[in-house]
C-alpha cells in the first residue's frame, strides 16, 4: 500500500463510543463553567469602556466552547458509522478478492489476448535501457526498421 493511510475500523468505532463523548463532556464542564463565572461580568468593570470588548470577548469563548462540545458530540456517532462503513467495505473486498483467486485457481478465468499482445515484451526492459527509445534512429533521421 506504500503511503497511504491505515484505518482500522475498531479503532475508530472506540473513538466515536469512548473518547468522542468524553470529551464532549469535559467541554459542557467548560461551558457550565464558563457561565457561572460570567454571570457577573456586567458590573465586572463598571462603566468603562472596557466592559463592552470584555463581553464581547466572554460570547465568542462561550459559543467556541459550546459549539465545540455540541460538535464533537455530535462526531461521535458518524465515527462509529464511518468505522461500521468501512468494516462492510472491507469485508466486500474481501470477499471479492477472494472470489477472482478462486477463479484463477480454478481456471474459470478465460484469458482472451489482446490484438497487439503478441508483440509485447516478455519482460519489462533492463533498468539500464529502460531510457533507450527503439525509435530513437527513426526519429533522428536514420534508418530504422520503417
Avoid at 467541554?27 to 457550565?32: L, M, N, Q, R
Avoid at 458518524?78 to 477472494?98: K, P
Wanted: charged share 25%; glycine share 10%; aromatic share 10%.
Amino acid at each position: 500500500m506504500g503511503d497511504r493511510i491505515r484505518y482500522d475500523p475498531q479503532l475508530i468505532d472506540e473513538v466515536g463510543r469512548t473518547a468522542c463523548p468524553d470529551i464532549a463532556n469535559f467541554y459542557d464542564d467548560i461551558t457550565s463553567q464558563a457561565a457561572d463565572a460570567g454571570r457577573g461580568r456586567s458590573g465586572a468593570f463598571g462603566d468603562h469602556d472596557l466592559a463592552g470588548t470584555w463581553n464581547d470577548m466572554f460570547n465568542l469563548f462561550y459559543e467556541i466552547v459550546h459549539e465545540t462540545g455540541q460538535n464533537v458530540r455530535t462526531l461521535g456517532p458518524t465515527l462509529i458509522e464511518i468505522a461500521q462503513d468501512q468494516e462492510i467495505l472491507e469485508g466486500e473486498l474481501v470477499q471479492s478478492f477472494g472470489d477472482m483467486e478462486s477463479e484463477i485457481e480454478d481456471n474459470g478465468y478465460d484469458s482472451s489476448p489482446s490484438e497487439n499482445y503478441e508483440d509485447a515484451p516478455a519482460a519489462p526492459p533492463d533498468p539500464d535501457e529502460k531510457d533507450e527509445n527503439p525509435y530513437a534512429d527513426h526519429l533522428n533521421g536514420g534508418y530504422g526498421p520503417y
